[in-house]
């Protein structure tokens, strides 16, 4: 029995530990117990994860809750598969409980079963079917699990000051064929206070969204209106298209209107795919004669990012050659009190940098009292298509599915950026639809299966004695 045709074998199996991994809500939440730094959840998901490897004999460890590995294999050099079992919010209006693992349509349904709960099971069979056909490495394989790429990163960070990095490596979170060029990332606290009284309709509260780097499915507004003719005016100027679109209450006060909006959740790397209800939100009730409090912020939102998703109300949209355009995403509007707070993620192209964005947006924001409180930044990742690593993982996908294969720009952020000399292979094949971060999130049998074959495939390439170093 080859390794590959192990991996039939091991089918339901898989099915069965990716189920179990989805039905740990693994969310970051506040720090827990020792070794529990993102929230007890996630310190369940690695736990189980480390105790699969244990009882499949690789040898495991654990650091202190942020991150841990399996490895397997010898040799100086080591080949790094760098996976995350951290997902977003699971969010409303799912087909299927979202950690349920619902088997249904022959597809694994639940938040996290292609964002990277699904890659992560593909590469820990791959490395089992490897190991049971006893196939001899020169390179260690390790499988790096983090806890925090959702959100910060600090998973890698705390991981890579104890270990060293892999020589080289992938990480399966993206999508196929490959991708080679992925563009930088700028993240945004905005914030602002009043700076005047409010006068006409008052703005009681602002909220939608629930991470910087989703975007948002609902929004949320109460607006105290000066009487009931233009709370009915109001009403009235909701264009049809958006009726259906659009849930109206009534407030806690007299003439009081609680105005809730559904967009269409997607990944921030991705904003022209999703409907942003923030921005849908501030369309809405931009017209309303309103000054003071918060209307400086909603004038912002409508005349510096409107409904677009590429930066131009900000004058910041760009785009090159190799990594295209620039996209902005509004993920995160919140009040307290006479405070509004911002959280945005921009992903820019080779031809900028995030200092000369965040210079740019800076000179934007003092007209609307606002400034940025908050900025983390990830320069772009791009390794040349003739790399080692390229090559090799191009030419085992194309042996695997026979289809003809080029590297791939994205705006999208993966682990591949932390080891420097990898890349994102897979999970997503061409002509499927992109379900991360959104409602109903499923990985397909037959991918799944797919994924594991060419991970193993691919691990045996790197990692096979005699194999060139990239």
Request: net charge negative; aromatic share 8%.
């Amino acid at each position: 029995m080859s390794y590959l045709d192990r991996i039939n074998a091991y089918q339901e199996e898989m099915l069965a530990t990716l189920q179990e991994l989805i039905a740990i809500p693994s969310v970051e939440t506040e720090p827990g117990h020792a070794g529990e730094p993102f929230g007890p959840d996630l310190a369940r998901a690695l736990e189980y994860v480390l105790a699969w490897g244990e009882k499949n004999g690789f040898a495991a460890k654990n650091h202190a809750g942020y991150a841990g590995h399996l490895e397997y294999g010898t040799g100086e050099e080591t080949v790094g598969v760098l996976v995350h079992l951290d997902v977003v919010p699971a969010g409303e209006g799912w087909k299927y409980p979202p950690f349920s693992g619902q088997r249904a349509e022959e597809r694994i349904y639940g938040r996290g079963a292609i964002d990277d709960k699904g890659p992560a099971v593909a590469a820990m069979y791959a490395l089992k079917a490897l190991k049971e056909e006893g196939i001899k490495l020169g390179k260690k394989i390790r499988l790096i699990f983090g806890c925090d790429e959702e959100s910060g990163w600090q998973c890698m960070d705390y991981y890579f000051k104890h270990e060293p990095k892999p020589e080289y490596g992938f990480t399966p979170d993206a999508v196929f064929p490959l991708i080679n060029c992925e563009k930088g990332q700028l993240g945004l606290v905005i914030e602002g206070e009043w700076q005047e009284l409010q006068s006409g309709c008052r703005i009681e509260s602002l909220s939608g969204g629930t991470r910087r780097n989703v975007v948002p499915e609902w929004a949320e507004a109460v607006l105290t209106f000066p009487d009931q003719q233009s709370l009915q005016a109001f009403k009235a100027s909701i264009p049809e298209t958006k009726v259906n679109e659009v849930q109206l209450s009534t407030g806690q006060a007299e003439h009081q209107l609680r105005i809730r909006v559904k967009g269409v959740s997607a990944h921030a790397s991705l904003p022209q795919d999703g409907d942003n209800a923030i921005t849908k939100l501030v369309e809405i009730i931009s017209g309303i004669k309103g000054t003071g409090g918060f209307w400086p912020a909603v004038r912002f939102i409508q005349e510096c990012f409107g409904r677009e998703t590429d930066g131009r109300g900000l004058e910041i949209n760009c785009h090159d050659q190799i990594s295209g355009d620039l996209t902005i995403n509004l993920g995160v509007l919140k009040t307290e009190q006479r405070k509004v707070m911002m959280e945005v993620d921009i992903r820019y192209p080779l031809c900028t940098s995030g200092e000369e964005l965040e210079e740019k947006i800076e000179a934007k924001l003092a007209a609307y009292h606002l400034k940025i409180n908050a900025c983390s930044a990830l320069p772009p990742h791009y390794l040349d298509a003739n790399n080692w690593l390229i090559r090799t993982l191009l030419r085992v996908y194309q042996e695997e599915t026979g289809e003809q294969a080029t590297p791939l720009a994205i705006g999208g952020r993966t682990y591949a950026v932390t080891l420097g000399n990898a890349v994102a292979f897979g999970p997503v094949f061409p002509g499927r639809p992109e379900l991360a971060h959104q409602k109903d999130e499923y990985i397909s049998v037959q991918d799944l299966m797919a994924c594991t074959r060419i991970f193993a495939r691919a691990l045996y390439e790197l990692a096979k004695a005699g194999a060139e170093r990239g």
